[in-house]
Structure formats: C-alpha cells, structure tokens
C-alpha cells in the first residue's frame, strides 16, 4: 500500500438503497452480504447510511492495514454507538492510546498470565460441577459468561464479581445489541426516547454503577497487582495520569470484552461438542491421557494439542471480534485503489474466515484442519486468519484469553460431556459473532 498516489483509481462500487445504502441487506443476513462484496473485488466500497465504507477481502491487504502501514489509519470517531467505551483500550487512538497501551501492558506478559492458570482451572472446575448440579438443561451463554467473569474479577481486578454479575451482563447485553443494530439506527441520537436507546441507556446505567462501587472501593496507595489499582493510583500519584474518564471507560471495556468474548467462544465450542460426537470423544481421550486428576494444569497445556486445535477451529468459524474497523487519516492505496481520507475500512473476520480460497468447507467444524500445527495451517496467507486481530493494536488479552479457554476447556471436557438438541443455531454478527439464540444444553458427569 502506498500513500499519496492519487492517480490510482477508487475501489468498485457495490450499489445500495438510496440513504440506507447497504443496511437492509447487512442486517437481513451479513454472510450472505459479503460474499455479495467479495463478487465485487477484494478492496469494494459501499455505504451503511451516512457512512462511505470500504471492505477490505485479501489477507495480503489486510496485513497492510494492519501491520504494514498502521499509521495510515485511526480508530472511528463513532465508536458504533457505544459510547462509554469511547476513552477505553479498545477505541482509544493516537497518544491516549499508546499511554494507555504502555501503562496495562505489563498486566499481560506471559509470565503474570501464568500465575492466573490455578485460578482460571480451579474455577472451571467448580462450574463444571454446578453444571452437572443443576437440574435440567442450563443456559450455555450465562453460564460461561459466569465462569469468564469469576476469572476476570479474580485475575485482572482482584475483586468478587458474583454480586455485579447481573449488572455487568446487562451492561454487556446492552453494548452486544447496539454493536448488531443496523447502522442507520445507530445514526439517531441517542437521546431519542427509542425503545432500543431506552434498553441500552438501562444497561449502561447497571454498568455504570458496577464501576462506580469499583472505584470507591479502590486503593489510591495500592501496588498495581490488578487493573484497578493500576489506573486509581497512577490517576493520584501520575501528573500525567488517566483521567477519570478514562478510568471509567477503561473499566468498562475490559468489564464487557475481557469476559464477553471468551465466553462466547466458550459457549460455541461446547455447542460443538455437543452436536459432534466424534469431537467430543477424542477430546476425551485426550483430557484422559494428559490430566492427573479432573483439573488442568499450566504443565498440561503444552500436550494438550487436539484441545487446541479445537479452540483454534473454534475461534476461526466463530471469531470473538467479528471485524475490525478504521478510518483513513489521509488517502492511501489499498490494493491498486485509492481509497479517501475518512473513508471507514472494514476488515472482516468472520468473512474470510469463511472464506472458500482460503477453506475448504469453511462453514463446517473441522478441528482435524489444524493438524497442521502452524497457524493458519498449510500455505494460508497470514491474515486468512486473525482472530485477535494483528500489529501493535492486536488484542491485549490474547494471551489471557488462549490460556484460559483452553483450561476451562480441558477441565470441563475431563469432568463432564455436554449433550443439547441444537442442529443449528443462528449466528449474529455484531461486536462479537455469538448465537441469535440460546444454547440450552445437559451436562453428565464422565465415569
């Protein structure tokens, strides 16, 4: 990608409805509309309302966006309507971010996500055996997302979530149904007595409030052993500390993505294995031939390979970020196209995961793909597979997210077999790529 070249010509057009643009046809079924795009090219602008867009297809320029040239690019202004994430990690850009960045990293070297393992097993053990307590049928997405918030509220903020628990998820559930509105509803104001922006405002309020009891129960003098003593006591001692509202925001990001995206790719691979029988057996053979006990350990991880392959296969048909977004800060060349500043780009995961040059039979649930240890597998461009994104804005918590899910995994996997009636179940893309309904499923104890 190159910048300045203004003799390049712009991408083709996919044609839309005149002010919605292409918003009917994403919100009828998002699958179907980029392989509408992908008929068009692998660089293709469109609209969604009042925003000029291009979809970027190849992995190739998705590198370049990504990693080559990030610079060229910024995090949207209009944050997708959610707008209490604005100050956070996750939609930060320029120098507040890279602060930002600096500051937490730390919270995530490899050798402190190590000492979260005991915790993050240990957890997963007990919820396995409230799973196969209950009586009936359980929620898979409640349930998981438990799990995942026991483990963040323990890890990364060093607190007991389980009497915010219902607050937090109907913060999360209010940010997942703005993130998978039709962009041109998200265009009206939000102060408009809508009944969406009424459920939304009536989530982030429960959110809010959660932060609120966190930053008052908050150490200024702490030893940042956690991300709230991290951000409380830089913001008293640091002149150039986070602000308050960044503080807010902060905690409200990793409040909704540090449990909501694991979850849900936790909920999909045990509603895999519950309607693949043949996966779920050699899953067991192996959490049998590898666990010393009924609970994983950091020493296991390394021989636990078909549980990763899973996980990985996992987070290719079902990505925990369905697509990644940035704006133009000038005009640059994607691809042989010029494309405007301002212009939003969207790189889709969870099309080209999907994506038949890259898969063969992509829509199946295949863990047998990932025999192949390198990732992506076999000849595979680089970014034909980038579920926690890539170059310096990749996912912080990748590294947490991996270790857990594949604990919680191998744990549950050892003590229990999930069983549901599911065939199918539908898939909504928003924020995160998570099920349209839910997923209830029986959960046996193994002999």
Known sequence: MSKHDNKQPLPPKRSGLPVLGSAVSFGRDPYAFY???ASHGDVVRFSMGSYDMVGVLHPDAIEDVLVENFDCFRKPDAAGGVDVLADGLLLADGEQWQSQRTRLQPMFYRERIETYAETMA????????????ADGTIDLTEATSTYTLQVLGKTLFGVDTDEHRRAIRAGAEAILER???NPVSVDLPSWL???SNRRYRRGIDQLEGVVDDLIEQADEDGDD????????????QEEDGPTESEIRSQLMTFLFAGHETSATALTWALYELGRKPSVADRLHSEVDDVLDGTTAT???LPDLTYTEQVLRETLRRYPPAAAIFREADEDVTIGGFRVPEDTFVVLPQFHVHTDGRWWDNPDQFDPSRWDDISEPPGDRPEYSYFPFGGGPRHCIGMRFARMELKLALATIARRCRI????DTVPIEVGSTVHPGNAVRATVQRRD
């Open 419 to 422: 069983t549901h009636d599911h």
């Open 35 to 37: 392989e509408d795009v």
């Open 225 to 236: 052993k956690d991300i709230l003593s991290l951000l409380v006591t830089a913001s008293a």
């Open 298 to 300: 950091l020493t296991d």
């Open 179 to 181: 993130s998978s509105q």
């Open 122 to 133: 240990t957890y997963a053990a007990a919820t396995a055996d409230e799973w196969v307590a």
């Open 193 to 195: 007595p809508t009944p």
